[in-house]
């Protein structure tokens, strides 16, 4: 069992609001408003990454924004989806092509054939395109034995560093809980396959309703080429996806200039509640605000550099984000994963950016070496709009 907390009541009154018997793991799930729920992973989730799901329940069914990563996390969204209404599941808006999004529809379309799959065309090329086979964490036939290869490796190391004596005790924890959690994750890929978008939008499409309109845009390129978000112009909520990323960013093949002013267009929404990618909700800009800051010391620092073509690993050695990593959290450990999920890959891309160069989707993401499966042929219907 897990408990539901209200974030809205979390960050105001500080106290979970309900609770609920059915099983989101390795989701935690939140109230929202009593018809809009977010399923995310908790602060002591230790898996794979695996992006926030959103629940909004119109009058004829749900909308959903993203999935989750694999068949496993896309049967607790139905589950969930059922505790909280008989209603279908009638479209799932992926926000971009990252695996940890679009890779839980297998089992909600299993579970409702006729569900819409949205995206923009560039997140639909990503889904089905080398890049997400390339990154190793594409679905298929011959999926499940190598993803259990990487798992074995990933315990293995983790055992080794449970075993080391100076290993810090609450780093030992840490990897307890991850060990147990790298298992059921083996569990809930099983089974997982790519199922491709069936519309694909240029700019908007709305998901019309009396009270609860789904504005669905694309306002730019941002941490990828084709991220869309969902916009409730009457509720003022926004899930953005990987846009914004919290605590710390990820930034994996990113456009920094296209970045910065579509967070200025979300900033100019004038929402009151933010729900990210990953982490919690927000009610306000400063998360925002920290990003573009962010953002702009690395064009910044890199600039000159890349003008006078100093190679990008001699670039790598003259820079010095660490106020701007400080901004994300203080903690060792926080440090780290600011560096290694966001500053370290785009360094390279915002150099190439700078210099007029191709932006690599994916790069710096973590590369398995398994074997790949070929990816299904699109074949969604584009709206012009
Ligand atoms: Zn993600």
Avoid: C
């Avoid at 997400?132 to 983790?158: C, H, R, S, T, V």
């Avoid at 499409?205 to 730019?220: A, E, K, R, S, T």
């Avoid at 600039?303 to 990008?312: E, L, N, R």
Wanted: glycine residues 8%.
């Amino acid at each position: 069992m897990r408990s539901i907390a209200s974030a809205a009541a979390l960050m105001l009154a500080g106290a979970p609001v309900s609770a609920q018997t059915v099983d989101v793991a390795p989701f935690t799930a939140h109230e929202i408003t009593p018809r809009i729920h977010l399923l995310s992973t908790p602060d002591d989730y230790y898996g794979p990454a695996i992006g926030n799901v959103v629940l909004i329940e119109q009058r004829d069914g749900f909308v959903l924004v993203d999935s989750g990563l694999n068949a496993g996390n896309g049967r607790a969204v139905v589950r969930y989806a059922r505790s909280l209404s008989p209603k279908p599941i009638k479209a799932v808006m992926i926000t971009h092509w990252h695996n940890d999004h679009p890779q839980g529809i297998s089992s909600i379309r299993d579970a409702y054939p006729k569900v819409r799959i949205i995206a923009t065309r560039q997140t639909e090329a990503g889904m089905l395109g080398p890049e997400a086979f390339d990154i190793g964490y594409a679905p298929g036939p011959k999926w499940d034995g190598a993803m259990n290869m990487l798992i074995a490796k990933n315990k293995e190391q983790l055992q080794k560093l449970l075993e080391a004596p100076d290993t810090a005790p609450d780093r030992k924890e840490r990897i307890r809980k991850a060990l147990v959690q790298f298992d059921a994750f083996a569990g809930d890929f099983s089974g997982s396959y790519i199922v491709p978008p069936t519309e694909t939008f240029e700019r908007q499409l709305l998901i019309d309703d009396p009270d609860m309109p789904v504005q669905i845009l694309y306002l730019g390129r941002a941490n990828t080429e084709g991220d869309a978000i969902a916009w409730l112009p009457k509720q003022k909520i926004v899930a953005t996806g990987d846009i914004v990323v919290s605590p710390i960013p990820f930034g994996f093949g990113s456009y920094s200039g296209d970045w910065i002013e579509t967070i200025g267009k979300i900033k100019a929404l004038g929402f009151t509640t933010l729900i990210p990618g990953h982490g919690l909700p927000q009610s306000d800009t400063a998360y925002l605000d920290r990003l573009i800051a962010a953002l702009t010391d690395l064009r910044t620092q890199i600039a000159p550099y890349a003008k006078a073509g100093m190679p990008v690993d001699e670039v790598k050695k003259k820079v010095d984000f660490s106020k701007s990593i400080d901004t994300f959290g203080t903690t060792q450990r926080s440090r780290a994963n600011t560096q290694a999920l966001f500053f370290d890959p785009m360094t390279g891309s915002v150099y190439r950016e700078l210099r007029g160069e191709p932006i690599v989707q994916g790069e710096g993401s973590p590369e398995p070496d398994v074997p790949r499966d070929t990816p299904p042929k699109p074949s969604s219907k584009h709206h012009k709009s």
